[in-house]
Protein backbone atom coordinates (compact mmCIF):
# COMPACT_ATOMS: atom_id res chain seq x y z
CA UNK A 1 0.00 0.00 0.00
CA UNK A 2 2.83 2.66 1.19
CA UNK A 3 4.90 1.92 -2.28
CA UNK A 4 1.79 3.28 -4.26
CA UNK A 5 2.10 6.02 -6.43
CA UNK A 6 -0.47 7.73 -8.99
CA UNK A 7 1.63 9.24 -11.86
CA UNK A 8 -0.56 11.55 -14.28
CA UNK A 9 0.66 13.13 -17.52
CA UNK A 10 -1.00 13.63 -20.77
CA UNK A 11 2.32 12.72 -22.47
CA UNK A 12 2.49 9.12 -22.87
CA UNK A 13 6.29 8.87 -23.29
CA UNK A 14 6.84 10.32 -20.15
CA UNK A 15 4.54 7.82 -18.31
CA UNK A 16 6.19 4.96 -19.82
CA UNK A 17 9.73 5.98 -18.97
CA UNK A 18 8.87 7.15 -15.21
CA UNK A 19 6.97 4.64 -14.48
CA UNK A 20 9.60 1.74 -15.52
CA UNK A 21 12.29 3.70 -13.63
CA UNK A 22 9.28 4.42 -10.25
CA UNK A 23 8.64 0.72 -11.23
CA UNK A 24 12.43 -0.20 -10.81
CA UNK A 25 12.83 1.27 -7.88
CA UNK A 26 9.76 -0.86 -6.44
CA UNK A 27 7.07 1.33 -6.25
CA UNK A 28 3.68 -0.02 -7.57
CA UNK A 29 2.45 2.39 -10.42
CA UNK A 30 -0.99 3.85 -11.71
CA UNK A 31 -0.92 5.62 -14.62
CA UNK A 32 -3.42 7.85 -16.17
CA UNK A 33 -3.18 10.33 -19.25
CA UNK A 34 -5.83 13.17 -17.67
CA UNK A 35 -6.87 14.64 -14.41
CA UNK A 36 -10.46 12.61 -14.90
CA UNK A 37 -8.67 9.52 -15.18
CA UNK A 38 -6.06 10.53 -12.47
CA UNK A 39 -9.44 11.00 -9.79
CA UNK A 40 -11.19 7.63 -10.77
CA UNK A 41 -7.54 5.65 -9.69
CA UNK A 42 -7.22 8.04 -6.63
CA UNK A 43 -10.67 6.99 -5.52
CA UNK A 44 -9.83 3.52 -6.67
CA UNK A 45 -6.18 2.38 -5.38
CA UNK A 46 -5.78 5.79 -2.25
CA UNK A 47 -1.81 6.25 -3.36
CA UNK A 48 -0.24 8.00 -0.25
CA UNK A 49 2.14 9.66 -3.56
CA UNK A 50 0.83 11.46 -6.48
CA UNK A 51 3.28 12.30 -9.19
CA UNK A 52 1.13 14.62 -12.01
CA UNK A 53 2.08 17.20 -14.46
CA UNK A 54 1.12 20.31 -14.01
CA UNK A 55 -0.17 21.49 -17.64
CA UNK A 56 -2.93 18.90 -18.69
CA UNK A 57 -5.89 19.37 -20.92
CA UNK A 58 -9.15 19.27 -18.82
CA UNK A 59 -8.50 19.54 -15.25
CA UNK A 60 -4.88 20.27 -14.65
CA UNK A 61 -2.26 19.88 -11.73
CA UNK A 62 -3.31 22.42 -9.87
CA UNK A 63 -6.98 21.74 -10.00
CA UNK A 64 -6.05 17.68 -9.29
CA UNK A 65 -3.80 18.78 -6.80
CA UNK A 66 -6.64 20.67 -4.99
CA UNK A 67 -9.55 17.84 -5.55
CA UNK A 68 -6.55 15.43 -3.66
CA UNK A 69 -5.63 17.62 -0.77
CA UNK A 70 -9.67 17.91 -0.48
CA UNK A 71 -10.13 14.12 -0.16
CA UNK A 72 -7.20 13.92 1.30
CA UNK A 73 -4.95 16.20 3.07
CA UNK A 74 -2.37 13.66 3.94
CA UNK A 75 -1.81 12.43 0.38
CA UNK A 76 1.79 13.88 -0.75
CA UNK A 77 2.03 15.59 -3.88
CA UNK A 78 4.49 16.49 -5.95
CA UNK A 79 4.06 18.18 -9.24
CA UNK A 80 6.21 18.42 -12.18
CA UNK A 81 6.77 21.68 -14.18
CA UNK A 82 7.73 23.52 -17.19
CA UNK A 83 11.18 25.37 -17.41
CA UNK A 84 9.11 28.84 -17.63
CA UNK A 85 6.44 27.57 -15.30
CA UNK A 86 7.72 29.52 -11.95
CA UNK A 87 4.31 31.02 -10.79
CA UNK A 88 2.19 28.22 -11.12
CA UNK A 89 4.78 26.30 -8.84
CA UNK A 90 4.40 28.56 -6.29
CA UNK A 91 0.85 28.36 -6.82
CA UNK A 92 0.92 24.45 -6.22
CA UNK A 93 3.00 25.05 -2.85
CA UNK A 94 0.22 27.09 -1.77
CA UNK A 95 -1.88 24.43 -2.36
CA UNK A 96 -0.02 22.07 -0.30
CA UNK A 97 2.24 20.19 -3.01
CA UNK A 98 4.77 18.59 -1.46
CA UNK A 99 7.38 19.72 -3.82
CA UNK A 100 7.90 20.18 -7.45
CA UNK A 101 10.21 19.53 -10.23
CA UNK A 102 10.57 20.91 -13.53
CA UNK A 103 11.27 19.28 -17.11
CA UNK A 104 12.93 17.65 -18.34
CA UNK A 105 12.89 15.07 -15.61
CA UNK A 106 16.32 14.46 -13.60
CA UNK A 107 16.26 10.84 -11.98
CA UNK A 108 18.52 12.27 -9.28
CA UNK A 109 15.81 15.47 -8.33
CA UNK A 110 13.16 13.04 -8.64
CA UNK A 111 14.73 10.75 -6.07
CA UNK A 112 15.66 13.05 -3.89
CA UNK A 113 11.39 14.38 -3.87
CA UNK A 114 10.09 10.85 -3.05
CA UNK A 115 12.69 9.77 -0.39
CA UNK A 116 11.69 13.51 1.08
CA UNK A 117 7.54 13.08 1.08
CA UNK A 118 8.49 9.44 2.02
CA UNK A 119 9.94 10.51 4.96
CA UNK A 120 7.41 13.10 5.58
CA UNK A 121 4.96 10.12 5.12
CA UNK A 122 6.74 7.97 7.51
CA UNK A 123 7.17 10.74 10.36
CA UNK A 124 3.35 11.71 10.05
CA UNK A 125 2.57 8.13 10.91
CA UNK A 126 5.03 8.21 13.97
CA UNK A 127 3.84 10.95 15.06
CA UNK A 128 0.05 9.95 14.85
CA UNK A 129 1.01 6.81 17.03
CA UNK A 130 2.98 8.60 19.26
CA UNK A 131 -0.21 11.24 19.93
CA UNK A 132 -2.53 8.05 20.46
CA UNK A 133 0.19 6.05 22.55
CA UNK A 134 0.00 9.43 24.53
CA UNK A 135 -3.57 10.09 24.82
CA UNK A 136 -3.79 6.41 26.01
CA UNK A 137 -1.19 6.63 28.58
CA UNK A 138 -3.21 9.72 29.41
CA UNK A 139 -6.43 8.39 29.64
CA UNK A 140 -5.08 5.08 31.63
CA UNK A 141 -3.10 7.65 34.00
CA UNK A 142 -6.30 9.17 35.09
CA UNK A 143 -8.39 6.33 35.19
CA UNK A 144 -5.73 5.24 37.80
CA UNK A 145 -6.26 8.24 39.59
CA UNK A 146 -9.91 8.18 39.88
CA UNK A 147 -9.57 4.84 41.25
CA UNK A 148 -7.13 5.37 43.68
CA UNK A 149 -9.46 8.83 44.93
CA UNK A 150 -12.14 6.56 45.16
CA UNK A 151 -10.53 3.70 47.12
CA UNK A 152 -9.16 6.22 49.40
CA UNK A 153 -12.70 7.75 49.65
CA UNK A 154 -14.33 4.23 49.78
CA UNK A 155 -11.53 3.41 52.41
CA UNK A 156 -12.48 6.12 54.96
CA UNK A 157 -15.99 5.95 54.73
CA UNK A 158 -15.84 2.04 55.49
CA UNK A 159 -13.74 2.82 58.23
CA UNK A 160 -15.72 5.44 59.75
CA UNK A 161 -18.83 3.05 59.24
CA UNK A 162 -17.34 0.47 60.85
CA UNK A 163 -16.17 2.96 63.47
CA UNK A 164 -19.56 3.81 64.53
CA UNK A 165 -21.06 0.35 63.96
CA UNK A 166 -18.29 -0.72 66.58
CA UNK A 167 -19.45 2.15 69.03
CA UNK A 168 -22.85 0.26 68.91
CA UNK A 169 -21.55 -2.85 69.23
CA UNK A 170 -20.01 -1.96 72.54
CA UNK A 171 -22.73 -0.25 73.77
CA UNK A 172 -24.55 -3.48 73.09
CA UNK A 173 -22.29 -5.72 74.70
CA UNK A 174 -22.37 -3.29 77.62
CA UNK A 175 -26.02 -3.87 78.39
CA UNK A 176 -25.38 -7.33 78.28
CA UNK A 177 -22.56 -7.40 80.35
CA UNK A 178 -24.55 -5.50 83.01
CA UNK A 179 -27.38 -7.51 82.82
CA UNK A 180 -25.62 -10.56 83.07
CA UNK A 181 -23.51 -8.75 86.56
CA UNK A 182 -27.05 -7.47 87.73
CA UNK A 183 -29.26 -10.70 86.46
CA UNK A 184 -31.35 -8.29 84.82
CA UNK A 185 -33.04 -10.92 81.77
CA UNK A 186 -34.55 -7.44 80.11
CA UNK A 187 -31.30 -5.93 79.56
CA UNK A 188 -29.49 -9.04 78.36
CA UNK A 189 -32.58 -8.89 75.89
CA UNK A 190 -32.53 -5.14 75.26
CA UNK A 191 -28.45 -5.33 74.58
CA UNK A 192 -28.78 -8.59 72.43
CA UNK A 193 -31.20 -7.17 70.10
CA UNK A 194 -28.67 -3.83 69.77
CA UNK A 195 -25.92 -6.58 69.28
CA UNK A 196 -28.12 -8.41 66.55
CA UNK A 197 -29.03 -5.20 65.02
CA UNK A 198 -25.62 -3.85 64.48
CA UNK A 199 -24.12 -7.18 63.26
CA UNK A 200 -26.97 -7.02 60.80
CA UNK A 201 -25.87 -3.63 59.48
CA UNK A 202 -22.35 -4.77 59.19
CA UNK A 203 -23.08 -7.89 57.29
CA UNK A 204 -24.85 -5.82 54.90
CA UNK A 205 -21.73 -3.21 54.59
CA UNK A 206 -19.73 -5.72 54.01
CA UNK A 207 -22.06 -7.43 51.58
CA UNK A 208 -22.51 -4.15 49.30
CA UNK A 209 -18.36 -3.81 49.47
CA UNK A 210 -18.17 -6.98 48.04
CA UNK A 211 -20.98 -5.98 45.27
CA UNK A 212 -18.79 -2.55 44.30
CA UNK A 213 -15.52 -4.12 44.59
CA UNK A 214 -15.94 -7.77 42.57
CA UNK A 215 -17.28 -6.61 39.52
CA UNK A 216 -18.78 -10.15 39.60
CA UNK A 217 -19.77 -11.88 36.73
CA UNK A 218 -23.58 -12.12 36.66
CA UNK A 219 -25.30 -15.31 37.06
CA UNK A 220 -28.47 -15.43 34.75
CA UNK A 221 -31.33 -18.04 35.74
CA UNK A 222 -35.25 -18.47 34.92
CA UNK A 223 -36.98 -17.34 38.30
CA UNK A 224 -40.44 -16.87 39.16
CA UNK A 225 -41.50 -12.89 39.86
CA UNK A 226 -44.09 -13.87 42.34
CA UNK A 227 -41.56 -16.18 44.41
CA UNK A 228 -38.69 -14.30 43.93
CA UNK A 229 -40.87 -11.06 45.37
CA UNK A 230 -42.30 -13.15 48.41
CA UNK A 231 -38.28 -13.94 49.00
CA UNK A 232 -36.95 -10.65 49.04
CA UNK A 233 -40.48 -9.64 51.31
CA UNK A 234 -39.00 -11.80 53.75
CA UNK A 235 -36.02 -10.17 53.97
CA UNK A 236 -37.41 -6.70 55.00
CA UNK A 237 -40.62 -8.21 56.96
CA UNK A 238 -38.36 -8.57 60.27
CA UNK A 239 -36.85 -5.11 60.21
CA UNK A 240 -40.72 -4.01 59.99
CA UNK A 241 -42.19 -5.24 63.10
CA UNK A 242 -43.18 -3.16 65.69
CA UNK A 243 -42.05 -0.54 64.05
CA UNK A 244 -46.02 1.04 63.24
CA UNK A 245 -45.51 0.43 59.59
CA UNK A 246 -48.16 -1.68 57.32
CA UNK A 247 -46.71 -3.38 54.84
CA UNK A 248 -48.52 -4.12 51.94
CA UNK A 249 -47.80 -6.87 49.41
CA UNK A 250 -49.22 -6.86 45.84
CA UNK A 251 -47.66 -9.34 43.14
CA UNK A 252 -49.51 -9.83 40.12
CA UNK A 253 -49.53 -13.49 39.88
CA UNK A 254 -49.74 -13.76 36.40
CA UNK A 255 -46.47 -11.93 36.23
CA UNK A 256 -44.76 -14.96 35.22
CA UNK A 257 -40.87 -16.15 34.86
CA UNK A 258 -37.78 -13.11 34.10
CA UNK A 259 -34.07 -14.00 33.92
CA UNK A 260 -31.77 -12.80 36.24
CA UNK A 261 -28.78 -13.32 39.10
CA UNK A 262 -31.27 -13.45 41.45
CA UNK A 263 -29.10 -12.56 44.47
CA UNK A 264 -27.62 -9.15 42.77
CA UNK A 265 -31.43 -7.97 42.25
CA UNK A 266 -32.67 -9.28 45.55
CA UNK A 267 -29.57 -6.97 47.43
CA UNK A 268 -30.94 -4.42 45.10
CA UNK A 269 -34.14 -4.31 45.98
CA UNK A 270 -33.58 -5.00 49.28
CA UNK A 271 -32.01 -1.74 49.33
CA UNK A 272 -34.56 0.15 48.36
CA UNK A 273 -37.19 -1.51 50.53
CA UNK A 274 -34.86 -0.88 53.69
CA UNK A 275 -34.57 3.24 52.37
CA UNK A 276 -37.94 3.27 52.30
CA UNK A 277 -38.27 1.30 56.58
CA UNK A 278 -35.97 4.41 57.47
CA UNK A 279 -37.55 6.78 55.49
CA UNK A 280 -40.63 5.95 57.26
CA UNK A 281 -38.61 5.41 60.86
CA UNK A 282 -37.26 8.48 60.25
CA UNK A 283 -40.65 10.53 59.60
CA UNK A 284 -41.92 11.78 62.16
CA UNK A 285 -44.45 13.67 61.31
CA UNK A 286 -46.97 10.98 60.84
CA UNK A 287 -48.49 8.15 63.48
CA UNK A 288 -48.88 5.78 60.61
CA UNK A 289 -46.84 4.87 58.11
CA UNK A 290 -47.24 2.59 54.93
CA UNK A 291 -44.88 0.74 52.30
CA UNK A 292 -46.26 -0.29 49.22
CA UNK A 293 -44.10 -3.18 47.16
CA UNK A 294 -45.36 -4.34 43.98
CA UNK A 295 -44.79 -6.52 40.84
CA UNK A 296 -46.17 -7.15 37.99
CA UNK A 297 -45.66 -7.48 34.20
CA UNK A 298 -45.72 -4.69 31.60
CA UNK A 299 -44.87 -4.78 28.17
CA UNK A 300 -41.93 -7.30 28.17
CA UNK A 301 -40.63 -5.94 31.61
CA UNK A 302 -40.94 -6.73 35.04
CA UNK A 303 -42.42 -3.59 36.81
CA UNK A 304 -41.11 -3.83 40.33
CA UNK A 305 -42.87 -0.56 42.95
CA UNK A 306 -41.48 0.56 46.41
CA UNK A 307 -43.77 3.42 47.66
CA UNK A 308 -43.76 4.46 51.09
CA UNK A 309 -45.09 7.57 52.76
CA UNK A 310 -41.75 8.65 54.96
CA UNK A 311 -40.26 11.67 54.86
CA UNK A 312 -39.57 12.06 51.05
CA UNK A 313 -36.82 13.78 49.33
CA UNK A 314 -35.95 17.79 47.94
CA UNK A 315 -34.68 18.05 44.72
CA UNK A 316 -31.00 18.31 45.48
CA UNK A 317 -31.36 14.54 47.31
CA UNK A 318 -32.99 13.17 44.50
CA UNK A 319 -30.21 14.35 41.88
CA UNK A 320 -27.35 12.76 43.92
CA UNK A 321 -29.61 9.65 44.99
CA UNK A 322 -27.56 7.09 42.86
CA UNK A 323 -23.84 8.99 43.39
CA UNK A 324 -21.76 6.37 45.78
CA UNK A 325 -21.46 7.46 49.13
CA UNK A 326 -23.90 9.78 48.79
CA UNK A 327 -25.68 9.60 52.24
CA UNK A 328 -28.38 12.07 54.16
CA UNK A 329 -27.79 9.35 57.26
CA UNK A 330 -25.02 9.97 58.89
CA UNK A 331 -23.36 7.44 60.72
CA UNK A 332 -26.43 4.99 59.70
CA UNK A 333 -25.71 5.32 56.20
CA UNK A 334 -23.08 4.49 53.87
CA UNK A 335 -24.39 5.53 50.62
CA UNK A 336 -23.92 2.29 49.06
CA UNK A 337 -27.05 0.84 49.07
CA UNK A 338 -28.92 2.85 45.83
CA UNK A 339 -25.06 3.35 43.81
CA UNK A 340 -25.07 -0.90 44.09
CA UNK A 341 -28.58 -1.12 43.27
CA UNK A 342 -28.31 0.85 39.73
CA UNK A 343 -25.41 -0.66 38.75
CA UNK A 344 -27.30 -3.72 39.37
CA UNK A 345 -30.33 -3.18 37.35
CA UNK A 346 -28.80 -1.51 34.98
CA UNK A 347 -26.48 -4.15 34.31
CA UNK A 348 -29.76 -6.51 33.80
CA UNK A 349 -30.27 -3.62 31.32
CA UNK A 350 -33.15 -1.77 33.18
CA UNK A 351 -33.76 1.22 34.85
CA UNK A 352 -34.67 3.11 37.89
CA UNK A 353 -36.78 5.95 38.23
CA UNK A 354 -37.93 8.32 41.28
CA UNK A 355 -40.58 10.14 42.12
CA UNK A 356 -40.42 12.15 45.62
CA UNK A 357 -42.24 15.27 47.77
CA UNK A 358 -40.99 16.05 50.41
CA UNK A 359 -43.38 15.03 53.50
CA UNK A 360 -45.37 13.23 51.56
CA UNK A 361 -43.41 9.96 50.63
CA UNK A 362 -41.56 8.56 47.74
CA UNK A 363 -42.29 6.19 44.82
CA UNK A 364 -39.55 3.76 43.44
CA UNK A 365 -40.03 2.13 39.72
CA UNK A 366 -38.06 -0.89 39.25
CA UNK A 367 -38.07 -2.14 35.40
CA UNK A 368 -36.36 -5.04 34.30
CA UNK A 369 -36.57 -6.70 30.66
CA UNK A 370 -37.78 -10.39 31.22
CA UNK A 371 -34.91 -11.29 29.13
CA UNK A 372 -31.86 -9.59 30.24
CA UNK A 373 -29.63 -8.26 28.02
CA UNK A 374 -26.79 -8.24 30.35
CA UNK A 375 -24.15 -5.78 29.23
N1 LIG B 1 -37.38 6.05 50.14
C1 LIG B 1 -36.59 7.09 50.45
N2 LIG B 1 -37.10 8.16 51.12
C2 LIG B 1 -36.33 9.21 51.46
N3 LIG B 1 -35.02 9.31 51.18
C3 LIG B 1 -34.45 8.30 50.50
C4 LIG B 1 -35.19 7.15 50.10
N4 LIG B 1 -34.36 6.32 49.43
C5 LIG B 1 -33.16 6.93 49.43
N5 LIG B 1 -33.18 8.10 50.07
C6 LIG B 1 -32.08 9.07 50.24
O1 LIG B 1 -31.01 8.64 49.42
C7 LIG B 1 -29.80 8.54 50.15
C8 LIG B 1 -28.94 7.49 49.54
O2 LIG B 1 -29.49 6.21 49.69
P1 LIG B 1 -28.55 4.95 49.74
O3 LIG B 1 -29.39 3.74 49.92
O4 LIG B 1 -27.63 4.99 48.57
O5 LIG B 1 -27.65 5.24 51.02
P2 LIG B 1 -28.03 5.12 52.54
O6 LIG B 1 -29.37 4.47 52.70
O7 LIG B 1 -27.87 6.45 53.15
O8 LIG B 1 -26.90 4.15 53.10
P3 LIG B 1 -26.77 2.56 52.89
O9 LIG B 1 -27.91 2.12 52.03
O10 LIG B 1 -25.48 2.39 52.20
O11 LIG B 1 -26.79 1.99 54.24
C9 LIG B 1 -30.26 8.25 51.56
O12 LIG B 1 -29.29 8.66 52.50
C10 LIG B 1 -31.53 9.10 51.63
O13 LIG B 1 -31.22 10.45 51.88
MG1 LIG C 1 -29.87 2.66 51.75
Redesign the pocket.
Known amino acids: MEKQILLVDDEEDIRDVLGVYLKSHGYEVHSAENGEEALKLFRKYKPPVVLSDIKMPGIDGIELLRKIKHESLDTEFIMITGHGDMDLAIASFQDHAADFITKPINVNILDVALKKVREKIVSRRQLREYTENLERLIKEKSELQDNLSALGLMLGTISHSIKGLLTGLDGGMYLVDSGFKKENLGKIAEGWTVVKEMVGHIR?LIQ?ILFYSKDREMCLEKVDVCTFAEETAKVIEPKILNRHIEFLKDFDSSAGLFEIDSPAVNSAII?IL???V??CIRDISKPLHRIIFSARQDDNRILFEVS?N????DQE?IDR?FTLF????GKE???????IADRIIRKHGGSIEVK?KPGHG?QFKIKIPVNSSVS
Open positions: KDNENADADGTGMTLFSTKGTGFGLFST
